[in-house]
């Protein structure tokens, strides 16, 4: 079993940025691949970024690409997204999630379409205008 706690998100001016967290429980961090998705109000879920357990894999949204970068600290069981240049359009709940597997190029795919073992609860994100 694997749980998820995310923090670090808020309020933040348009431009502005944020790092989010997202601490494992758990021995078995290191063998999970990481990802996370957002959920805007009215909106279904959506992946935003993912990296491979090694941290030698990472995937990211067209509409996340270049300003935002997920990174992973397996000392720390810790998964974080960095958000950079942010638009009024990130705002969302975000979701981290965690996925098994030995194929890491299979399981970063996998996860962007949102089969994930793991989910946390969700941090709020709101950007202004």
């Known amino acids: 079993q694997v749980q998820l706690v995310e923090s670090g998100g808020g309020l933040v001016q348009a431009g502005g940025s944020l790092r989010l967290s997202c601490a494992a429980s758990?021995?078995?961090?290191?063998?999970?691949?990481m990802g996370w998705f957002r959920q805007a109000p009215g909106k279904e879920r959506e992946f935003v970024a993912a990296i491979s357990w090694s941290g030698g894999i990472t995937y990211y949204a067209d509409s996340v690409k270049g300003r935002f970068t997920i990174s992973r600290d397996n000392a720390k069981n810790t998964v974080y997204l960095q958000m950079n240049s942010l638009k009024p359009v990130d705002t969302a709940v975000y979701y981290c999630?965690?996925?098994?597997?030995?194929?890491?190029?299979?399981?970063?795919?996998?996860?962007?379409?949102?089969?994930?073992?793991?989910w946390g609860q969700g941090t709020q994100v709101t950007v202004s205008s």
């Open positions: 999630a965690a996925s098994g597997g030995i194929n890491e190029p299979v399981v970063v795919v996998t996860m962007t379409r949102g089969e994930c073992d793991y």
């Open positions: 758990g021995r078995t961090f290191s063998s999970y691949a």
